[in-house]
Structure formats: C-alpha cells, structure tokens
C-alpha cells in the first residue's frame, strides 16, 4: 500500500515536473536564439488557440451538467447557502492579504511586455460598468465567448438550475449535458499531452524576445507566494477555527490536520484529500451531514489559495502589461474577480486555464499573458492544494458553529444521529 501511495505522489508531479522542464528547455532555446527563436512561436499560437477554443463549450458543459443533475435540492439548501456564503468570505480575506503582502513587497516589474492589446476602455470604465459588462452581455451570441467568461458562467448556472427544476422532465437534457461534459472532458485532456511541447515553443519565443528579465518574475513570484501561503495557512486558518471553536478549535485543528496537509502538498489534488478531510471532521465532531455536504462542494468551489494566487497574478500582469490599480475601485474589481472565479471557475476541470482566461477577458491584458500565467499556476499549484483542502475542513467547523452554537464540539453530534438511526 504505502508503495502504491508513493507511486500516486510520483505521477501526481510527474506532468507538472515534465511541463516545467520543457519550459526551462523552450527559455534555454530563446536565451541561446535570441530573436530567431521567433520561428516557433506558430507552435506555441496554434496550440493556445485550440486552448481557447475549448473553453467555452468546457465551462459550460461541466458546470451546467453538475447543476443539473443535483437531486434533493431543498434538503440542503439552507446548508449549501451558508456554506457559499462562507466560502466568498474566506476568498475575499484572501484576496485582501494578497493585495496586502504585495502592497508591501511588490511584483517584479523588470520588464514591459507588449501593450498594443490592451484594451484602454477597462481602465476608464467605472467599477458599476466593469460588473455590469463582467457578469452580464447585452445579445446571446455574446455569451458564447472567452471574452466574456462570467457572463457565460451566470448563463450556465442558471440554465442547470432550470433544468434541475424540471425534475423528471429535465433529466434527458442533465443525462445529455452530462455525456458532453465527458467529451470535453477528453478534449481538453488529449490537448494537454501537447501542452509541454506548446509552452515550450512559446516561452523560447518570450526569452528570445524579452531575455532573461522574464524569468525573474518568476522567481519573484515563488519568494513571495509560498511564504504568503504559509503565513495564511497558520494564521488564517487558525483564526477561523478559533472563531468555530476557540482555543480548542485551534489545538485540535492542527492536530488533525497533519495527513491531509501532506496529502495535499504530496498530491496536488484536492480529491485526493477528500477522504482524510472527512476522516479530520469526523475526529473534529463536525457532524457528518454537514462534512458531507461542506468537504465535497468545497474541494470544487473552495480556493482560497487560488484567491491568493489570482490575486498575486493581477498584480503581475498590471505591472507588465502598464495596466495600474489606481483606485479603490480597480482594487474591488480585481478582489471581485479573484472571488467569483476561485468559486465559480475552480469546478471546471483545467480550471487554471479557465480562471486564468477570465481575468485576462475581464482587464482587457492580451492573450500573451495567458501562457505566463499558465506557467506560474503550475508553480504555485502545491501551496494553492495546501490551502484549498485544509480550508475545507475549517470551513465545515464554521458551519458547524453557526448551526449547532458555539460549544458544538462537546455535544458529540455524531453519536447523537446515529442514536436517532
């Protein structure tokens, strides 16, 4: 068994660790070619066009098929209601810290990329409009595009709730949108075997143009978000299950919270942690109807390490795109954006791809910043899993406090629902 776990963790990291390694070898090509290594920038064009293409039908089948075919929808809907609504309060924290920690240490600004793409109307727009045209478009064929990315998931969550609603007669189109979900699922799946060959022909087209100031980006990206994302784990999380449940909360959190923790950062999946969430709850006393409920929704909608790292992502691009947070309204856009897409765009599968496409659509920042972004989700994907999973376990003694009063813990609910059993 413990072979078969370490050769879990091995491949878990097998795919990321053989993406960065043609990265570092396409950046090597650009250092060493200079501008003749623009020859393979159709590769890595080509290969992004065909991610773009995707993610439409992508979004729009894997969320509407999960909406739909939920079943009992009242039974825990006071539950998934309080539960959401926790879940945008703990991102939006996180998004704030981030705002916070590179208010002070800043992002790299050592080079300017090409602006020529960017659309100067974002950065006029008021915040009101910026929502509006964020969340909403004016004709249907507009929906149906990467350029509007949270108009399009707004669209698609209402059209599963109707379907939902529709119960029997609805479960046709839920089977449907479930197969195509499935297809898609393969498409997006084939396209990223090609994935390293695609970035790599990308970046040495980068490096040969920009030189070694792009890859001190990332190097300044690693310095400042693992550190971030340690300081959130221990003090964030901890604050939450003092608030869920004081000083105990915080002593039996941690001491719980060891094996899942390691799993996350040994697996880079949140799946994978589900079960030794559940197994944390239960040794917690968080009640199983609501660790049922609160750890699955939340390993697809619950990132705040993606909030944090969204957040760290705006930033970067605003500095090498010249496009500046000058207000607090900007700020609010942004910290809007990082929220609903660490919600929202998180259950989509590839999801990095679609939440990194979402905030280039929603700034107006041209489709170049979409590999570089891509690049650093990869990097800072094991601190995001950490934060992602453990949140989800904090998260359910919350809920668990606002139902159950605050001296939940001694009541040993578990044991009382099976008496009822």
Same mark, same amino acid.
């Given at each position: 068994?413990?072979?078969?776990?370490?050769?879990?963790?091995?491949? /878990?990291?097998?795919?990321? &660790?053989? %993406? +960065?390694? @043609?990265?570092?070898?396409?950046?090597?090509?650009?250092?060493? #070619?200079? *501008?003749?290594?623009?020859?393979?920038?159709?590769?890595?064009?080509?290969?992004?066009?065909?991610?773009?293409?995707?993610?439409?039908?992508?979004?729009?089948?894997?969320?509407?098929?999960?909406?739909?075919?939920?079943?009992?929808?009242?039974?825990?809907?006071?539950l998934?209601?309080?539960?959401?609504?926790?879940?945008?309060?703990?991102?939006?924290?996180?998004?704030?810290y981030?705002?916070?920690?590179?208010?002070i240490?800043?992002?790299?600004?050592?080079?300017?990329?090409?602006?020529?793409?960017?659309?100067?109307?974002?950065?006029?727009?008021?915040?009101?409009?910026?929502?509006?045209?964020?969340?909403?478009?004016?004709?249907?064929?507009?929906?149906? /595009?990467?350029?509007?990315? &949270?108009? %399009? +998931?707004? @669209?698609?969550v209402?059209?599963?709730?109707?379907?939902?609603? #529709?119960g *029997?007669?609805?479960?046709?189109?839920?089977?449907?949108?479930?197969?195509?979900?499935?297809?898609?699922?393969?498409?997006?799946?084939?396209?990223?075997?090609?994935?390293?060959?695609?970035?790599?022909?990308?970046?040495?087209?980068?490096?040969?143009?920009?030189?070694?100031?792009?890859?001190?980006?990332?190097?300044?990206?690693?310095?400042?978000?693992?550190?971030?994302?340690?300081?959130?784990?221990?003090?964030?999380?901890?604050?939450?299950?003092?608030?869920?449940?004081?000083p105990?909360?915080?002593?039996?959190?941690?001491?719980?919270?060891?094996?899942?923790?390691?799993?996350?950062?040994?697996?880079r999946?949140?799946?994978?942690?589900?079960?030794?969430?559940?197994?944390?709850?239960?040794?917690?006393?968080?009640?199983?109807?609501?660790?049922?409920?609160?750890?699955?929704?939340?390993?697809?909608?619950?990132?705040?390490?993606?909030?944090?790292?969204?957040?760290?992502?705006?930033?970067?691009?605003?500095?090498?795109?010249?496009?500046?947070l000058?207000?607090?309204?900007?700020?609010a856009?942004?910290?809007?954006?990082?929220?609903?897409?660490?919600?929202?765009?998180?259950?989509?599968?590839?999801?990095?791809?679609?939440?990194?496409?979402?905030?280039?659509?929603?700034?107006?920042?041209?489709?170049?910043?979409?590999?570089?972004?891509?690049?650093?989700?990869?990097?800072?994907?094991?601190?995001?899993?950490?934060?992602?999973s453990?949140?989800?376990t904090?998260?359910?003694m919350?809920?668990?406090?606002?139902?159950?009063?605050?001296?939940?813990?001694?009541?040993?609910?578990?044991?009382?629902?099976?008496?009822?059993?």
């Amino acid at each position: 068994m413990m072979r078969t776990q370490a050769e879990k963790k091995k491949s /878990s990291y097998r795919e990321p &660790l053989i %993406l +960065i390694a @043609f990265v570092i070898v396409g950046a090597i090509l650009g250092l060493t #070619l200079g *501008e003749k290594a623009s020859v393979l920038y159709p590769i890595g064009q080509i290969w992004l066009n065909l991610l773009f293409v995707l993610l439409v039908p992508l979004i729009f089948f894997s969320i509407s098929s999960s909406i739909a075919n939920i079943a009992d929808t009242k039974r825990v809907g006071k539950l998934l209601v309080l539960t959401i609504g926790i879940f945008v309060v703990t991102a939006a924290i996180a998004g704030i810290y981030m705002f916070a920690v590179t208010g002070i240490f800043g992002v790299d600004t050592s080079i300017q990329l090409d602006t020529s793409e960017v659309a100067a109307a974002t950065a006029t727009d008021s915040i009101g409009t910026q929502i509006v045209n964020t969340f909403t478009v004016s004709d249907f064929p507009l929906v149906i /595009s990467r350029s509007h990315i &949270l108009a %399009l +998931i707004v @669209f698609t969550v209402f059209f599963g709730l109707t379907v939902s609603v #529709l119960g *029997e007669q609805g479960k046709p189109v839920a089977s449907w949108l479930s197969n195509m979900s499935l297809v898609f699922y393969k498409m997006v799946a084939l396209l990223m075997k090609l994935a390293p060959l695609g970035l790599m022909a990308y970046f040495a087209n980068l490096t040969g143009t920009y030189g070694p100031d792009l890859l001190k980006s990332y190097a300044r990206g690693l310095l400042i978000y693992y550190p971030a994302a340690i300081v959130y784990f221990f003090v964030f999380l901890a604050l939450y299950a003092f608030l869920a449940a004081g000083p105990w909360g915080v002593k039996n959190f941690f001491k719980n919270i060891l094996t899942p923790a390691l799993t996350a950062l040994g697996t880079r999946s949140s799946a994978a942690t589900l079960p030794l969430q559940l197994d944390a709850c239960d040794k917690l006393g968080v009640p199983r109807e609501v660790s049922s409920v609160v750890v699955p929704v939340g390993a697809t909608c619950h990132m705040d390490g993606a909030c944090i790292a969204t957040i760290y992502e705006i930033a970067l691009c605003c500095a090498l795109f010249g496009h500046p947070l000058n207000s607090i309204g900007d700020f609010a856009f942004a910290l809007v954006i990082a929220v609903a897409g660490s919600v929202a765009v998180s259950s989509v599968p590839g999801g990095g791809a679609a939440m990194e496409t979402m905030v280039i659509s929603a700034f107006g920042f041209p489709s170049i910043a979409l590999p570089v972004l891509l690049m650093m989700t990869q990097l800072f994907d094991a601190g995001c899993t950490l934060i992602n999973s453990c949140g989800d376990t904090v998260a359910s003694m919350l809920v668990t406090r606002v139902l159950y009063g605050k001296d939940w813990y001694k009541k040993n609910l578990n044991k009382q629902e099976e008496a009822k059993v």
